[in-house]
C-alpha cells in the first residue's frame, strides 16, 4: 500500500516563512505534487517534482529527495490567504495520485 | 471557461437510495477520476477512466460505479447509499493519465447518507 505522511496542522504568523514536510512510501515513484485546498473548495495545483532538487515559483517552493523519500513545501511572506490546506501527493507505478491527509496551515496578524 | 463542474452541489439522501453524482469537463482531457475527501483520510481514488470508453477501480471502489461513454462526462452512480458513503466527492481531470500530468479538480459534492 500507499503510505504518506505529513503533519495534521501548523501556525505561523504574517510575513513569516513555514515549512511543510512530506515523506513517503509508495509502490513506484513517477513524481510528486503539491495542491492547495481552502476550506470548502477544490483542491489546485501548486506544484510538481519529479528529479531531486528545488523548485522554485515565487513565494512557493518544493523540494524531493528521492532518495530519502521526502519533500517539503516552502512559503514564504506568509499572507492571511495563504491560510489553507496543503495537500503532497505521489503519482505512483501506475500513474495513479495517492494523496496524504494534508497539512492545515493558519496564518495568524 | 468551465473547466470541470459537478452536480449536485449537495445531497442528502436516504440510506438504501440509488444516487449519481454528474461530471461534466470541456478541456478534452483523456483522463478523469473520482476521490472522495473525508476528514483526516484525504483524498481516496474510487474510479478513474484513463480514455473515453475504458474504466478501472481506484483504491476503494465497493458500493460505486462509473461509465465512460464518451470524452466529456463521468458520472459516478452509488447503487444502494449507505451511511459510510457520507463524505464530499471530487471529480477531477487530466490531459492524459501520465504521472506527469497534473490534475484539476471540480468544485465537489458534498454527501449526506442518513
Known amino acids: 500500500g500507499q503510505n504518506i505522511d505529513q503533519p495534521t496542522e501548523m501556525t505561523a504568523t504574517e510575513g513569516a516563512i513555514v515549512q511543510i514536510n512530506c515523506t513517503y512510501q509508495t509502490s513506484g515513484f513517477n513524481g510528486l505534487f503539491w495542491y492547495q485546498q481552502h476550506a470548502g473548495e477544490a483542491p489546485t495545483f501548486l506544484s510538481y517534482n519529479v528529479l531531486d532538487g528545488l523548485e522554485e515559483k515565487g513565494r512557493f517552493s518544493s523540494f524531493l529527495s528521492r532518495s530519502k523519500g521526502y519533500s517539503y513545501l516552502l512559503l514564504k511572506e506568509l499572507q492571511m490567504k495563504d491560510s489553507a490546506s496543503y495537500l503532497c501527493?505521489?503519482?505512483?507505478?501506475?500513474?495513479?495520485?495517492?494523496f496524504g491527509a494534508g497539512t492545515t496551515v493558519t496564518v495568524r496578524a | 471557461i468551465a473547466g470541470i463542474t459537478q452536480a449536485p452541489t449537495s445531497q442528502i439522501l436516504a440510506a438504501g437510495r440509488r444516487m449519481t453524482l454528474r461530471c461534466t469537463q470541456d478541456?478534452?482531457?483523456?483522463?478523469m477520476y473520482w476521490y472522495r475527501q473525508d476528514l483526516g483520510l484525504g483524498l481516496r481514488l474510487i474510479h478513474y477512466?484513463?480514455?473515453?470508453?475504458?474504466?478501472g477501480k481506484g483504491e476503494v471502489p465497493d458500493g460505486y460505479s462509473v461509465s465512460r461513454a464518451n470524452t466529456d462526462d463521468f458520472p459516478l452512480t452509488l447503487a444502494s447509499a449507505v451511511p459510510s458513503q457520507t463524505s464530499v466527492y471530487f471529480c477531477?481531470?487530466?490531459?492524459?493519465?501520465?504521472?506527469?500530468?497534473?490534475?484539476?479538480f471540480g468544485p465537489g459534492t458534498r454527501l449526506l447518507v442518513l
Open positions: 501527493a505521489v503519482s505512483d507505478n501506475d500513474y495513479k495520485l495517492s
Open positions: 477531477a481531470s487530466s490531459d492524459s493519465p501520465g504521472g506527469q500530468e497534473t490534475q484539476y
Open positions: 477512466s484513463n480514455t473515453a470508453g475504458t474504466t
Open positions: 478541456m478534452r482531457h483523456n483522463a
